[in-house]
């Protein structure tokens, strides 16, 4: 049996940025204080609450450049935050937007061409899971649909029933 999984950004590269270390262009993150509006932490998958600090850098959420290794703005806790669990439920601070854009990448990390689209956010688990049906998608990229910012992975996530 499988279902999604929503994957945020891994513990080590949230680390690595909290700790000071370059981001995807090789700067220094920046550090501000969140007004607690529109500030989603690409770790924990939860919004900075207004007063607490918070880290913008240029994360490239693929394993090596290559001409479709998208590399953009995003946010993070200046402090250490846990970790999303890799599970199944929509992070809430997802469900503050109308919609965001998915698109299937390749084991190749290549977008799959026609895979792309802007889904209603009631909609995303099920068009995510249709496109990891796909044999030539190996994951799905949620992204802002005003901004194209990159907001978390989503896997297919095989389990079974033991007897």
Do not use: W
């Not at 290559?66 to 590399?71: D, G, K, L, S, V």
């Not at 895979?115 to 956010?121: K, L, M, N, R």
Request: hydrophobic share 35%; with cysteine.
């Amino acid at each position: 049996m499988s279902t999604i999984q929503f994957t945020a950004m891994t513990t080590t590269l949230a680390r690595h940025y909290q700790a000071g270390g370059v981001d995807a262009n090789g700067q220094t993150p920046e550090t501000h204080t969140s007004d607690g509006d529109g500030v989603p932490c690409r770790h924990c998958l939860q919004n900075v609450k207004a007063g607490d600090k918070y880290l913008v850098l240029s994360h490239r959420p693929f394993p090596a450049p290559q001409p479709y290794a998208e590399t953009g703005p995003i946010f993070l806790h200046a402090e250490e935050c846990g970790r999303y669990d890799e599970i199944s439920d929509m992070p809430e601070m997802f469900r503050e937007n109308s919609d965001y854009i998915l698109r299937g990448y390749s084991r190749q990390d290549r977008i799959v061409y026609g895979t792309g689209g802007v889904i209603a956010t009631d909609n995303i688990a099920v068009r995510a899971a249709e496109l990891l049906r796909r044999d030539e998608v190996a994951y799905v990229h949620m992204r802002s649909a005003r901004n194209n910012c990159f907001q978390c992975r989503i896997d297919l996530h095989e389990f079974s029933f033991a007897i």
